[in-house]
Every structure is written in structure tokens, then in C-alpha cells.
Antibody, heavy 125, light 111 residues
Framework: EVQLVESGGGLVKPGGSLRLSCAAS????????MSWVRQAPGKGLEWVGRIKSKTDGGTADYAAPVKGRFTISRDDSKNTLYLQMNSLKSEDTAVYFC????????????????WGQGALVTVSS | QSALTQPASVSGSPGQSITISCTGT?????????VSWYQQRPGKAPKLMVY???DRPSGVSNRFSASKSGNTASLTISGLQAEDEADYYC???????????FGTGTQVTVL
């Protein structure tokens, strides 16, 4: 069974920093392309960024609103994905989901099969 | 990159069929066959219902079908059931630096 478990959420002041983690099990994490998707309270889904597997270059891409402030990284030895969030703004308040495609089933990286339960980040003074 | 446009709400009676539209641009839906659909119940994570425009993951009911024409994608739920009540989001891969865009979301109500 695939499990993605986010942690590290909480309350942070504007301008502050926070790091989220996503522990993965049930997947071959080293081959996984992992994404973060967020959802502001009562709002829709918004893609935040993605990191490729190290085999495929290990590079990360970001949505325009977070580029330069957020950094996605991975520790394959720990099967863990990270989201370092700096210079946080009130509009970053959201539930943050980690997610990944089941490449072996679909041969595609352009959708999201598995999702964590989400971690709530609240940016407020 | 703007969100894809979906109707805010769609409703139907049990057994009926409903269709949710998702309108994008020539930079996303119109360019790629990488449209996916997600079902989200309150307080839960999204669930993949369709990928690659019209493919269903294993375990998703064949009452869910989807298609695309030009810049617009559609999700049809046939034989509507009470358990289908949820929010539905479309998504597409894009040609911009923001690789994925989601729709504005549609609340489905079973009357």
C-alpha cells in the first residue's frame, strides 16, 4: 500500500520560514517524480512544484508564485521529500499535499495518482 | 498561468448523467493530451479519476468518462449516485514555467 505522510505544518509569521516533509512508503521512491500541490482554505488546488528523480536529473520546477522563495529537495536514503518555504506570505496559507504519479501503471508523469493527507500551513501575525 | 475554467456547481438526480466542462487555452488543454480529473470529498485528499484525457485508473468506475475537444475537456458521470457528491477538479500539463494548472473546481450535488 502506498503511503505519503506530510509533516511540519504549523503557524508562522509573515516573512518567516517553514520546512515540510513527506515520508513515502510503498513506492520506489528513488524513481518517483514528486510534486507539491496546495489548497488555500475553501479554494481550489494549485500546483506548487515538482522534483524529478535523480536518475532523470533531479531538477525541480516551480509555479510562478513561489519561485525564488520555495525549494523542493529529496533524500532518497530516507524516502523523504521536502518543501523549504521562505519569505512566507499570508497568501501561502494552505493545506500542502505531496503527490506523485504511478508511472508504472500509466507510463506518464503528467497526473497525480497518490496523495498524502496534507499539512496545514498558516501564515499570520 | 490562469486556472482552467469550470462551472461552480452542477447537480443531477440519482441515475441521471451530468457533464462538467473545463476550458483552458492553446497552451494547456489545446496543446497536450495530458488532462486529468480529480474527485475531492470534504477534508480529504484528491482522488485521481481520469488521466491522459480519457483513461481511468484501475478501480475507478466506468460511470466516469471524459473527453477533449479543442481547448475544452469534459467529464461525464453517468448513473449518478449519492456517493458521487464531491468537488471535481480538472488539470492539464502546460507549456509555461508553471507545469500544471488546475481548474477552478465544480461542486457536484446529487438531488
Amino acid at each position: 500500500e502506498v503511503q505519503l505522510v506530510e509533516s511540519g505544518g504549523g503557524l508562522v509569521k509573515p516573512g518567516g520560514s517553514l520546512r515540510l516533509s513527506c515520508a513515502a512508503s510503498g513506492i520506489t521512491f528513488t524513481n518517483a517524480w514528486m510534486s507539491w500541490v496546495r489548497q488555500a482554505p475553501g479554494k481550489g488546488l494549485e500546483w506548487v512544484g515538482r522534483i524529478k528523480s535523480k536518475t532523470d536529473g533531479g531538477t525541480a520546477d516551480y509555479a510562478a508564485p513561489v519561485k525564488g522563495r520555495f525549494t523542493i529537495s529529496r533524500d532518497d536514503s530516507k524516502n523523504t521529500l521536502y518543501l523549504q518555504m521562505n519569505s512566507l506570505k499570508s497568501e501561502d496559507t494552505a493545506v500542502y499535499f505531496c503527490t506523485t504519479p504511478d508511472y508504472y501503471a500509466s507510463r506518464s508523469y503528467t497526473h497525480f495518482d497518490y496523495w498524502g493527507q496534507g499539512a496545514l500551513v498558516t501564515v499570520s501575525s | 498561468q490562469s486556472a482552467l475554467t469550470q462551472p461552480a456547481s452542477v447537480s443531477g438526480s440519482p441515475g441521471q448523467s451530468i457533464t462538467i466542462s473545463c476550458t483552458g487555452t492553446s497552451s494547456d488543454i489545446g496543446r497536450y493530451n495530458y488532462v486529468s480529473w480529480y474527485q475531492q470529498r470534504p477534508g480529504k485528499a484528491p482522488k485521481l479519476m481520469v488521466y491522459g484525457v480519457s483513461d481511468r485508473p484501475s478501480g475507478v468506475s466506468n460511470r466516469f468518462s471524459a473527453s477533449k475537444s479543442g481547448n475544452t475537456a469534459s467529464l461525464t458521470i453517468s448513473g449518478l449516485q449519492a456517493e458521487d457528491e464531491a468537488d471535481y477538479y480538472c488539470s492539464s500539463y502546460t507549456s509555461g514555467s508553471t507545469l500544471f494548472v488546475f481548474g477552478t473546481g465544480t461542486q457536484v450535488t446529487v438531488l
